[in-house]
């Protein structure tokens, strides 16, 4: 019992810690977007074109790049929190067993544990 709500509470930490990783671009962006009002004030209205002026190609691949960057980062952090937490699960799931009438969520190692693990899972007859 004891076991169970360490791993509760281990759990509920890492997701804020994860919500948190995150979320820490968003709030970042946010306070580099916000302008003094004094620059807001001083800004002189130029009149509307009919048109919109070009985006230039390097604006543009500098955008895309910074996105792309944004995910492979992302991913790193995702896989790294991911990989802490099956070695942090794996200390306390040692012992336990599989309940009876429930399939085991191990990753078969063979073509035949493959098809047998499928065959368990979907009830096939």
Same mark, same amino acid.
């Given at each position: 019992?004891?076991?169970?709500?360490?791993?509760?509470?281990?759990?509920?930490?890492?997701?804020?810690?994860?919500?948190?990783?995150? #979320?820490?671009?968003?709030?970042?962006?946010?306070?580099?977007?916000? @302008?003094?009002?004094?620059?807001?004030?001083? @800004?002189?209205?130029? $009149?509307?074109?009919?048109?919109?002026? $070009?985006? #230039?190609?390097?604006?543009?691949?500098?955008?895309?790049?910074?996105?792309?960057?944004?995910?492979?980062?992302?991913?790193?952090?995702?896989?790294?929190?991911?990989?802490?937490?099956?070695?942090?699960?794996?200390?306390?799931?040692? /012992?336990?067993?599989? $309940?009876? /009438?429930?399939? #085991?969520?191990?990753? $078969?190692?063979?073509?035949? /544990?493959?098809?047998?693990?499928?065959?368990?899972?979907?009830?096939?007859?």
């Amino acid at each position: 019992m004891k076991e169970q709500m360490r791993l509760r509470m281990k759990n509920r930490i890492l997701a804020i810690m994860i919500l948190t990783m995150l #979320s820490l671009p968003v709030q970042v962006q946010a306070v580099d977007d916000v @302008e003094p009002v004094d620059a807001m004030q001083e @800004e002189v209205v130029t $009149p509307i074109t009919p048109y919109k002026q $070009p985006v #230039s190609k390097r604006k543009i691949a500098k955008k895309f790049l910074l996105a792309m960057g944004g995910v492979a980062a992302s991913s790193c952090i995702i896989f790294l929190l991911l990989t802490l937490y099956n070695k942090v699960r794996e200390s306390f799931v040692d /012992g336990a067993k599989t $309940p009876e /009438g429930e399939v #085991s969520l191990e990753t $078969p190692d063979d073509l035949q /544990g493959a098809v047998r693990a499928f065959l368990d899972k979907t009830d096939w007859k």
